[in-house]
Structures are given as structure tokens and as C-alpha cells.
């Protein structure tokens, strides 16, 4: 069975977004004293829909009445979310009225974390402006196209898909176990708002991370933050900032944007320990892939540093561009154990994504140096 539609926002402003917060707490309340009877539960679906419906149509009216929202400071990124929720996610969650109310309040809290940090250019608007219940698959709504909404948001605590963003299709499944705590638990929260991050462009930054080297043993793992490990966590990278900025109001890119933006040029410096340039030295890159948390054994690209102790790359190392199938965010890889020898000297660094990324954000125009130091 498709799609049940319950309420469709097509002009929403603030002012209508209180009013039917109003409604629905009005509708909590109602529940609240009443059996949950399916008769019943019927009859209160039938008088909350009509007193949507009667608020919205009201509103033109009422809009000239009411004081106007305070103008914001900045210009807003707008997001339409076209919100579809399993039923029975809706019924785990206190019945449809709990369930709208408690997603509204949800998408509230991910504007403020995409906008109280004060780090972004401009704010980010995502508004919920369609609200439907399923009765058949996450799987099926998932491959149902999305038209009215900018993203598609699923909400099901029983998923029969993988939780997360779906960059191909625009659109997150919510998928927080009712066992976890479910749907709007804390966790859950800043589990969505890292995957509307996604929606901006941000990377998996934890993707980066490396637990297993074969190659010097050391690990990996990037500072915390929301794209790194968004539970407890409220600041977004650099790294993030810049692709989020960089997307601003834009949907459905061709390509990630992670993959078109670095510094122009690269390139490893080899140091001595007293900190004089090293000539001639080995560089060797070791590549880490996505989500794979291992350093991979074989080298991706090897070369010599040159008189002045440098050694640019001549291509990207990271690998933008397509490939079948699709690389996460159009890259080959998202960080290297970077190896340099000089005679019997071996040091390593690491050159990960979010480094060099935020490197470019933070000057669009900067040669990227990595320096290593020789021992
Ligand atoms: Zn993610």
C-alpha cells in the first residue's frame, strides 16, 4: 500500500508552524484522556486532520493578524523535507498526533545544531512541509520518487533497509531501534543531525579513521565532531563547514563536492631534526579507504623529494572523479600514512581528507605542505 496522506504544508511560514504545533498539542492532550481504541483512535485521526486543515485554511487570514516573525540576521539555505513514517513507528511513538509533534520539535533541534554554533555563512531552513504514514516497506516508500520535497526523510524503527543517508536518492532513514530508545531518543537526534550534514555535502569523517596498519602500527582517529561522532557532540569540523558553506542552498549535486575541492598544489616536505630541508628522500603514500579502517599495505604512489626537499604530486592522491561503481563522495580514498626515508631515517604522518580539505577552505589559493619530520 502507498502512502497515506495526512497533512501537507505547501506555504509554510513560522507563524503556521506554531499553529499547528498548537494543534497537535491540543490533539496529545485529547489522546492523552481517551482509550486507545481503534474506533476512538480513528475518530481523534479524523478531528486532528479537520482542525489542520481548518488552521491552514484559516491562515492567509490570520497571517495579517499576527506579528511577523523577527527578520533574520542572515540570508537561509530553505529545505523542503518531505517526511514518510511507518505507522507502526507512529503507534510505537504515542499515536500519529505524538508521533507529528515529536518530528516537528525533532527538526527544530537540527536547525539549531545546524545554526547555534554560529560557524556556518548563512542559516539552513529544513522544513517539514509533507507528513505521510506507511503501512508497506521502508524499501518501497525509499524507491517512491519524492517531488514536493527536497529530501525524503523515512522514519521506521523496524526498517527493512540500512539506516542513513542515500545520497542517490536524496533522502535519510531514520532507523533508531526501539530498543535504543527509538526514533527521538537523544542519540537519534544527533544521529539525524549528522545525516542531514550528509544532505550539505559532509563527509563521513570517521571513514577516515584508521584502527589496523600494517605498515607502522600507528592508529588514526580524527578530533571529534559531528561528522566524526555526532553522540554528545555539537561542533562541526572545519572540514565540514567549508563543503556545507560551499554547497549553501543547492540540492542533488552531480558530483560530491569533496571531490573538487583541494588546494592547488600539494606536496610533502621532508625535514631533518634540526629542521632543514632533506633532499632526495623517499616519500612513500600509503592510502587508507573508506570505512575500511586499515592502512592498505601496498603503496599508491612513491617518489623522491627534490633539491629544495620537496615532493609535489603531480595528480591528486586522493583519486577525485567516477568510477563504477561510485567511490564515496567521488574520491578513491580519504587518507594516507605518508612514509619518508632518508638513509636510515624513516618518519610518518598522516594525510587525511578533512586536513587537506579544510587546508583549501581555509585558503582557496595556499600551496597544501605536509611536513614530516625525520628523526
Ligand atoms: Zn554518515
Not at 491562515?59 to 507502526?88: C, D, E, I, N, Y
Not at 549553501?248 to 569533496?258: F, K, R
Not at 573538487?260 to 632533506?278: C, D, E, K, Q, W
Request: hydrophobic share 35%; charged share 15%; net charge positive.
Amino acid at each position: 500500500m502507498g502512502a497515506e496522506s495526512y497533512l501537507s504544508l505547501n506555504n509554510e511560514s513560522i507563524t503556521q508552524r506554531k499553529l499547528l504545533r498548537y494543534w497537535s498539542l491540543k490533539g496529545e492532550i485529547m489522546e492523552i484522556n481517551r482509550p486507545a481504541s481503534r474506533g476512538v483512535r480513528r475518530a481523534m485521526r479524523r478531528l486532528f486532520i479537520t482542525a489542520v486543515v481548518t488552521v491552514l485554511s484559516a491562515v492567509p487570514v490570520l497571517v495579517g493578524a499576527l506579528p511577523t516573525a523577527s527578520a533574520a540576521t542572515l540570508p537561509t539555505w530553505h529545505f523542503k523535507v518531505t517526511v514518510r513514517m511507518a505507522q507502526s513507528t507512529a503507534d510505537l511513538n504515542g499515536g500519529l498526533v505524538f508521533a507529528l509533534s515529536k518530528t516537528l520539535t525533532q527538526m527544530d533541534t537540527v536547525n539549531h545544531r545546524f545554526n547555534d554554533p554560529g560557524v556556518l555563512k548563512d542559516k539552513t531552513s529544513f522544513e517539514i512541509t509533507t507528513f505521510d504514514t506507511y503501512t508497506d516497506r521502508a524499501s518501497d516508500e525509499l524507491a517512491k520518487p519524492h517531488p514536493a520535497g527536497d529530501f525524503l526523510l523515512i522514519y521506521d524503527e523496524n526498517a527493512n533497509t540500512g539506516g542513513g543517508w542515500l545520497g542517490d536518492r536524496q533522502a535519510i532513514v531514520h532507523k533508531w531501534p526501539t530498543l535504543q530508545g527509538g526514533s527521538f531518543a537523544p542519540d537519534a537526534t544527533d544521529g539525524l543531525v549528522h545525516e542531514f550534514g550528509h544532505s550539505r555535502e559532509a563527509t563521513d569523517e570517521y571513514a577516515c579513521d584508521v584502527d589496523t596498519n600494517p605498515v607502522n602500527g600507528a592508529g588514526y582517529h580524527e578530533s571529534p565532531s559531528i561528522m566524526s561522532y555526532p553522540y554528545g557532540v555539537r561542533n562541526w569540523s572545519a572540514y565540514s563547514v567549508g563543503l556545507i558553506n560551499a554547497d549553501a542552498g543547492t540540492v542533488n549535486t552531480s558530483s560530491a563536492l569533496a571531490s573538487r575541492y583541494f588546494p592547488p598544489v600539494m606536496r610533502i616536505r621532508a625535514l631533518s631534526s634540526t629542521g632543514s630541508n632533506v633532499s632526495h628522500a623517499t616519500v612513500t603514500l600509503y592510502p587508507v579507504k573508506w570505512f575500511s579502517l586499515s592502512v592498505t599495505s601496498t603503496p599508491a604512489l612513491s617518489g623522491y623529494t627534490d633539491s629544495s626537499g620537496y615532493y609535489k604530486f603531480s595528480s591528486n592522491p586522493f583519486g577525485p572523479g567516477a568510477a563504477t561503481p561510485r567511490n564515496p563522495w567521488d574520491l578513491a580514498y580519504c587518507n594516507f600514512l605518508v612514509k619518508v626515508t632518508s638513509g636510515k631515517r624513516t618518519a610518518y604522518q598522516w594525510m587525511s581528507l578533512p586536513a587537506v580539505g579544510s587546508a583549501y577552505f581555509k585558503n582557496p589559493t595556499g600551496t597544501y605542505t605536509l611536513n614530516v619530520k625525520l628523526p
